[in-house]
């Protein structure tokens, strides 16, 4: 057994008694008698698996022996322990080892967890001893045949003949007297077996007030129950049968049994710790369990749905509230407990992804299975390599927000737009090209005011701050030139060599495909965003635009509308060094971009989170990522409702990403200048020098035409 059966003195056990049973103990030490074939037999199915399986780890003859006792061959028990015979054949009232499994003394229960064996174990090792406790094991184990005799394959298929792990079975209900329902005929034999008699038939009144605790948690109403009383004077079965389809019928019995449900689950609102973060529509989940109970959905579906809902080809849909109520059941699993800002996030990890495990197998399963977390089970067929091929493929999950509107509803007039959007284009860059034509006077006032280095129109500033000085006028675009040529090299010398760690290129197709999307923001049939494409602007746009912006190539959540739902997220990786992280993002709406340790959802001090608002592009850097130094982290965008604690109550929200890139802590930045957009403006005028403000201007015309037309076609 697992811990000692003799280790230890036993003050309430009198020597001479002691000292008798060693005799005894002596007296039989010899060779029994040899041992029929049946008891052979016997011995073999019955008692050794369970010796092997509780006893052999504390009690061998290889390399461990509690209280000197071995109990892995026959003259090793005939021997006894330190203190004394365990075993006394023929009278198993006087055995201590039946003594010890049956837990009849306080202080040496076994096996060492404490748990009694099950009743018919106990009454095999009863009848075993009593039968002399024939044993053909001559000689002590080999350790091969040790090892077999304790291997956690052999084990577990012992364990796996329980009667909990047998299929279900339909059993003949016996035969009884005046009793017609099969359920009646099992519980009458049952009683009658124990020598009981059932209890009285309620009367109607007690009958009606415990169907409706028992189907809606709920008393009946005085006309409730004068009308069934009235029913049943008439006919008892009808009355019976009428009353219980009718509380079926009521919405309050989803109420009712849904709250067991969520009990098993341990439903919550809210994640708790410091701060005690809101679950995103955690109610959501709880009405939907109602209205399944409500509507009788299958035991079976429902499992299905609360762990593959958002997978299903075929999901319930409610039709009446636009609903995926299938996408509904995964919401338990974020029913767990988020630390606020955990100095060690893979610890955190680590335990509400147990808490998933744990909650989930003792609801579906009804096993312990966390405790195969540091230990092959002690009493059910779980192993320690079964508990984290679990813990696999839940870790493996980030935690979510997911949208549960009925297909087609996200998706509603997304290919129409899309196919119109050549046309769009077409249009608009044929409408632009038409009235290109520069005009100083409509540029004066835009050009006055861009006195900003990071203006477009600042070269233009320079040329008219020179008058009618045309050196003065060469000189001011050169140097502007000269200026952003060496942002430029800067940046690209930052990208390459041995200070760059990685670089996401979210333009590039195989990049792309390594980040987990999420959403109809983000279209998987059609890859990232080539440079060029564009967002059609909003009704209510106070510009009157009929675009809102043109993009550069990369991962967007709002290229046909910005109540698209989008989360991006990479795969995860380790930081093995201290670096510096750059992100060129813009967003709007709240959107989110950072970067999450271990699948940690919560924001905190150690756990930035950027919101993107206005929609410009820029650079964000974290350079205090070195704290997580030999964690694992990935980076994450996500719309304003969907981050997964975060999400916050947006109509219209969106993001998109360039690129990502981690270098050396600080090395030169990898970022663009932010007068990035004046690389084609120097491409195209290459050497040229204007020394004019309207050189300038034609130059820009030139840019610009080129530009659009390269983007029509």
């Given at each position: 057994m697992n811990h000692s059966l003799l280790p230890l003195s036993f003050p309430r056990i009198q020597p001479s008694w002691v000292a008798g049973l060693t005799l005894l103990a002596l007296s039989i030490s010899g060779q029994a008698e040899k041992p029929s074939p049946e008891q052979v037999e016997f011995f073999e199915s019955r008692i050794r698996p369970i010796l092997a399986q509780e006893c052999y780890e504390c009690h061998n003859s290889?390399?461990?022996?509690?209280g000197g006792l071995v109990l892995d061959h026959r003259a090793a028990w005939q021997a006894g322990g330190d203190s004394g015979s365990v075993i006394v054949p023929g009278k198993p009232k006087e055995s201590l080892l039946l003594q010890s499994i049956r837990h009849e003394l306080p202080d040496l229960k076994m096996p060492k967890a404490g748990a009694q064996l099950d009743a018919n174990v106990l009454a095999d090792f009863e009848r075993w001893i009593a039968m002399g406790a024939p044993d053909p094991r001559d000689a002590p184990p080999t350790e091969a045949e040790l090892a077999e005799d304790t291997d956690w394959e052999a084990i577990r298929e012992r364990r796996k003949g329980w009667w909990s792990f047998q299929p279900i079975t339909r059993p003949a209900p016996p035969e009884v007297a005046?009793?017609?329902?099969?359920?009646d005929r099992f519980v009458r034999a049952r009683l009658a077996a124990e020598n009981l008699e059932p209890a009285p038939r309620a009367d109607a009144r007690t009958l009606v007030r415990r169907l409706h605790f028992t189907l809606v948690g709920l008393p009946p109403s005085p006309e409730e129950t004068a009308t069934f009383l009235e029913s049943w004077e008439r006919d008892p079965d009808a009355a019976f049968t009428e009353r219980?389809?009718?509380l079926l019928a009521d919405p309050r019995f989803g109420e009712k049994w849904a709250r067991h449900w969520m009990d098993w689950i341990r439903y919550a609102d809210s994640h708790g710790s410091e701060g005690d973060p809101d679950i995103p529509h955690a109610w959501r989940y709880r009405d939907y369990l109602i209205r399944s109970l409500n509507a009788d959905v299958?035991?079976?579906q429902l499992v299905l749905e609360h762990f593959a809902g958002d997978l299903l080809e075929r999901p319930r849909i409610n039709q009446a509230l636009k609903l995926n109520e299938s996408a509904l059941g995964l919401g338990h699993l974020r029913m767990v407990f988020h630390g606020f800002a955990p100095t060690d996030a893979l610890d955190e990890r680590v335990r509400f992804t147990d808490d998933q495990i744990n909650t989930v197998t003792k609801a579906f399963l009804g096993l312990t299975v966390s405790c195969a977390r540091c230990h092959d089970h002690k009493f059910d067929a779980i192993s320690q390599k079964d508990y984290y091929a679990l813990f696999g493929i839940f870790t493996s999950t980030l935690p979510a927000t997911v949208a549960v509107d009925a297909p087609g509803v996200l998706e509603k007039n997304r290919d129409t737009l899309e196919s119109l959007k050549p046309k769009l284009r077409t249009g608009i860059a044929?409408?632009?090209?038409?009235?290109?034509?520069v005009n100083p006077d409509r540029w004066e006032k835009a050009i006055e005011g861009a006195s900003d280095a990071k203006s477009f129109l600042h070269p233009l500033h320079r040329l008219a701050g020179a008058g009618d000085n045309p050196e003065a006028a060469a000189h001011a675009w050169t140097a502007v030139r000269e200026a952003f040529r060496k942002q430029w090299e800067d940046s690209e010398a930052a990208r390459g060599g041995e200070l760059l760690r990685h670089r996401w290129d979210l333009s590039d197709a195989d990049d792309w495909k390594t980040w987990s999307r999420y959403g109809e923001g983000l279209d998987d049939?059609?890859?990232?965003?080539?440079?060029?494409?564009?967002?059609?602007a909003n009704a209510d746009d106070k510009a009157g635009r009929a675009l809102s912006r043109i993009l550069p190539a990369g991962a967007y959540s709002n290229l046909v509308s910005d109540r698209h739902r989008g989360v991006l997220a990479s795969a995860p990786f380790a930081l093995d060094g201290e670096y510096d992280l750059y992100l060129n993002v813009a967003g709007d709406g709240n959107s989110s971009a950072r970067y999450a340790v271990q699948h940690y959802p919560?924001?905190?001090?150690v756990y930035p989170v950027n919101s993107l608002n206005g929609g410009a592009w820029k650079w964000i850097k974290h350079d205090r990522i070195d704290y997580w130094n030999g964690d694992r982290i990935h980076l994450e965008l996500a719309t304003a409702g969907d981050a997964p604690i975060l999400a916050k109550d947006q109509d219209r929200s969106w993001f998109g990403i360039r690129e990502a890139m981690l270098v050396k802590k600080d090395a030169p930045s990898p970022a663009r200048p932010e007068t990035e957009f004046l690389a084609a403006l120097f491409a195209i005028a290459g050497e040229r020098v204007p020394r004019t403000l309207e050189d300038g201007l034609a130059l820009y015309e030139e840019t610009l035409r080129h530009l659009v037309t390269a983007w029509r076609d």
């Open positions: 290889r390399d461990k022996s509690k005046g009793v017609d329902r099969p359920v219980v389809d009718a299958p035991y079976d044929d409408h632009w090209l038409n009235s290109l034509a049939r059609k890859g990232p965003a080539a440079a060029g494409a564009f967002v059609v919560r924001s905190g001090t």
